[in-house]
């Protein structure tokens, strides 16, 4: 039960973070960018390379992957995304899939298609009574739990959070009432890459690191979002929490490569009864 | 080199008849289907596990990879009365990745990874090696041609005209008395139908299926055929269709000119190749090689999202 527990919020913790970036692009950009799992693959690459490589030591390696993957997500859409704002958002979903398949290759040609991991050193797990883990579990956990803490304080008691929410809430009126839009959809570039970059090192600190690596993790992430009301970023983190504990409770009968598959069929049966999501608030609320 | 040409167009022939589908539903009804591989591969797999494993014919076989299609779109095009159009591609990519993962991990059936073998052909003992190619490839082209005509017909009808309502406004057509959800569902299924039918035809001609032939970049592939071409004209997309493969084709040649790209990293240039020119063709040329014939003015896609700086929730 405690162990069931325990995974579950492992599996949410992964896919939280990307969940709070995905539905803040969605509440700012007003359309889903399908690219978050490949934003992912990019960061748990950009890591690698700082760690694997260069040698870095992990936390270091990290920040600067955080870095790098903030840095190439904000410029996929300069390149990308700006000039076809106008768009209808279908159109940018068609052009976000293909970008995160141009992405995924990108990474492909560089480090090619085996299965790597990071340079850490191996560590016992902890076995106490009904629960075992890794200390890398705990950290991911607690990592995740960090940057939930931070993505809240961020948007409620900054001036920059709060000029994230309003332009989410209606674009035209903070332009008109003098909030620099501009500005604010760089910060959600920025943020969402930093946070795919931190996906990328729990996913690759929990799983194993390889070009497919974001791709398993882009239908869970929409699911967590869809679920908790597409645009709330702490309802985004309930629902990662949720899709972590349907994929736990489905392993126990189910192939762990199904796991794509039980967000799948979550997201279709809630948005087929529930569109708003279980959450059930559609936009950030004041 | 003839032998080359011919099979070469035999998979065009396929595309053609994804892209005439995925037409049917997205450039003329407006419906985002990016679970092309999902009904492909059903189509495949069933055709290919009637004749193989029951000993069914192969026409019989082809027509339930049809009927097993056009049951699936029913099923998945229900999802779209409630859906925002891109909600409901996300539900179609997830429908192929499941029937992807059930064709991966269900060894019993499918036989996995490892791929089917399917030794049934129509008429094999009558023709030679080569004019079996060209027997198959006149199969092929009689598909394209009689899904080019019933989609052409369907598309000048006033069934048609419904379809393309439904596309710009559904809130109108509904307004106007038309049954937006029937019209949906029976052009998502038929569309659904012929993507399997493609899929059993390509199963019979490779003679190998395996879950890796129906990633999502097939779907990648078909889009890029109908924007390419110009959505919502059936015409257009032929040569797209042509011109995908070509592409796909002529990138193969790139591995014998630099010496120092292997196969997997060829495979991923030229699906980075499709990717740029699929994102350089919505942004310069969102209306396609032969625009649809048409006097309104709705851009790319369902107009409808265009006009409220797309889309609320």
Redesign the interface.
Known sequence: MLQILFNSLLNGAIIAPPAIAFTLMFAIL???N?AIGAYITVGAFAILYFNDMLGWPLVAATLAGMAVTAAIVWLTDAI?FR??R??????????S???S??LE??V??LF??DVRGFDIPLMRPVKLPGLRFTWEQLNIVGIAALATLAMHGLLKYTKLGKAMRATADNFTLAEVRGIGTARVITATWLIGGALAGLSGLMAGLDLVIEPLLGWYLT?PV?AAA?LGG??SPMGAVLGAVCVGLAEELTAEFL?P??K??V???I??VL??FR??GLFGQ?EIKK | MTVYLVSMLTYVGFFMILALALNLQWGMTGMVNFGIAGFYALGAYTSSLLTVDAGWPFVAGVSAAGAVGLIAGIGVSFLSVRLRDDFLAIVTLGFAELVRLVALNEDWLTRGPRGLPIDVRPLSDVFDRDGYGWFYLGIVMLTVAVAFLIFERLRRSPYGRVMKAIREDDVVAATLGKDVLRVRVQVFALGSMFMGIAGALYAHYTQNISPEHFTPTVAIFIWMSVIAGGAGNNKGLLIGAGMVMTLLEGTRFLGDAISFLDAEKLASIRIIVIGVLLILVIRFRPRGILPEEKFDGARFGAGRDAANGGGNP
Do not use: E, K
């Open positions: 007003r359309f889903p399908f990308v000039p076809m106008h768009l209808p958002s279908v159109t940018m979903l068609v052009v899939i293909a970008l398949l141009i290759n990108i492909r040609l090619g298609g239908i929409f869809i597409i645009g192939a490569t199904y794509v598959g967000g799948f069929v997201i279709a948005l087929l569109p708003q559609p």
